[in-house]
């Protein structure tokens, strides 16, 4: 079984320019997560979708970050524009109806 | 709100040997459950182990183990045999019942042959 797919791994932009990270759960899996995670620091949850639906999104810094789930499978997390303090690893997860959560590879941002 | 501590910023520990890490918790909530998961350097975190706080029982998954003491309020993970594979980063997680995982700092293990 494939696991959570994200893409890019890497990826180096400047400050003020938009990027996407781009998220594939676990086939069957309703529950969706998008997590950022600082150096030496365990994932904050930013958003979490149930389907399509955007359930929790407390913590997702809605003035930069914009994030959605079309046709509850795949998901994109945006941010525009970047900034210097966003460099951070933004994991994706997903998970059947709340249970144990399996997390993709992360992306790995960096902005100069 | 939750809260998940984790004392150990390092731990060692020799090849085949068993270590503990600890993690303590904080929640008002009666329903939650509790996770660890590991993050070798490649950055992917993978599951390890659960426990619910009902569970009357340890949790056990192979190697892995976790020591649940509810009234102190502690989930300590318990490595037995460990191998060099298991160097990495250790994190304990609580989910609260909306569903959301709050994530210690972690620890870093390191085996050594």
């Known amino acids: 079984e494939a696991g959570v797919v994200q893409s890019p791994r890497y990826k180096i932009i400047e400050k003020k320019q938009p990027v996407a990270f781009w998220c594939n759960p676990i086939?069957?899996?309703?529950?969706l997560y998008w997590y950022l995670q600082n150096l030496g620091q365990g994932p904050e949850l930013l958003i979490r979708?149930?389907?399509?639906?955007?359930?929790?999104d407390s913590q997702l810094p809605k003035d930069r970050f914009s994030a959605e789930r079309l046709k509850g499978v795949d998901s994109t997390l945006k941010i525009q524009p970047a900034e210097l303090g966003d460099s951070a690893v933004y994991l994706c997860?997903?998970?059947?109806?709340?249970?144990?959560?399996?997390f993709g590879p992360g992306t790995r941002l960096t902005v100069t | 709100a939750q809260k998940i501590t984790q004392t150990q910023p390092g731990m060692f520990v020799q090849e085949k040997e068993a270590v503990t890490l600890d993690c303590t918790y904080d929640?008002?909530?009666?329903?939650?459950?509790l996770f660890w998961y590991k993050q070798p350097s490649s950055g992917e975190m993978i599951f390890l182990i659960y426990?619910?706080?009902?569970?009357?029982q340890n949790a056990t998954e192979g190697r892995y183990s976790l020591n649940f003491q509810k009234a102190r309020k502690s989930a300590n993970l318990v490595i037995s045999a460990s191998q060099l594979g298991d160097s990495a980063m250790y994190f304990c997680?609580?989910?609260?019942?909306?569903?959301?995982?709050?994530f210690g700092t972690g620890t870093r293990l390191l085996v050594s042959p």
């Open positions: 997860a997903s998970s059947f109806k709340g249970n144990e959560q399996y």
């Open positions: 086939s069957g899996h309703n529950t």
């Open positions: 979708y149930e389907n399509e639906e955007a359930v929790d």
């Open positions: 929640t008002s909530d009666p329903s939650y459950g």
């Open positions: 426990q619910g706080s009902y569970d009357q």
């Open positions: 997680a609580m989910r609260d019942p909306n569903q959301k995982l709050v």
